[in-house]
């Protein structure tokens, strides 16, 4: 039996399909991701406002929610859509022209953890993330109300609900209680 390869897909190409594909590409292949729970969603939301509200006061950036696309590597491409994210001021393009995937990785990007994903996907993506150039990656489990916090060359760091999450110097000043991202 012969098999014929499939195609693999460009990040133009995934940006030509508009609303009709929900997901990411991964080294060329499309892996669809299903609507997120609203107890996902709403933990969604608390990072953003979160994050967000931080960002606008001290002018650090930008915050991008679940929908944008961020191409982290081509040949085969890769674009993921992180639950949220952050972009350094100085890592911001000039040029007026927004349409299209942000080109590179967020400084941050912030994962929701959802029944569905499994570890080694979950790890994969944040080795992604953090192979392309993100500084930090937050995993937010709702389910253990736990934030995990991940950076290049240091071991992974479990915050429980009763901790404090820091911004390092990515967002300095940043001093949040976890509990806030579960309320």
């Not at 892996?31 to 967000?52: C, F, T, V």
């Not at 650090?60 to 085969?76: H, I, Y």
């Not at 499994?118 to 109300?145: P, Q």
Request: charge should be negative; proline fraction near 7%; avoid cysteine.
């Amino acid at each position: 039996m012969l098999t014929v390869p499939r195609k693999l897909i460009t990040a133009e190409e995934l940006l030509a399909m508009g609303t009709d594909f929900h997901g990411e590409l991964v080294r060329g292949r499309l892996i669809e991701m299903a609507p997120a729970s609203w107890g996902r969603g709403m933990s969604g939301s608390n990072a953003l406002l979160i994050i967000g509200n931080f960002v606008r006061e001290h002018k650090l950036g930008r915050v991008f929610t679940a929908e944008t696309g961020f191409t982290l590597s081509r040949d085969p491409d890769s674009v993921r859509a992180p639950d949220v994210a952050f972009v350094a001021t100085d890592r911001i393009p000039t040029s007026a022209r927004r349409s299209g995937f942000f080109d590179g990785a967020p400084d941050l990007a912030v994962e929701i953890i959802s029944p569905n994903d499994s570890f080694s996907e979950l790890s994969e993506k944040i080795d992604e993330y953090l192979a392309a150039g993100t500084r930090i990656v937050w995993v937010i489990d709702d389910r253990r109300k736990t934030i995990t916090v991940y950076a290049n060359n240091a071991p992974p760091t479990v915050l429980p609900i009763d901790a404090r999450l820091t911004g390092g110097d990515l967002l300095p000043g940043f001093d949040v209680p976890v509990q806030q991202f579960f309320e």
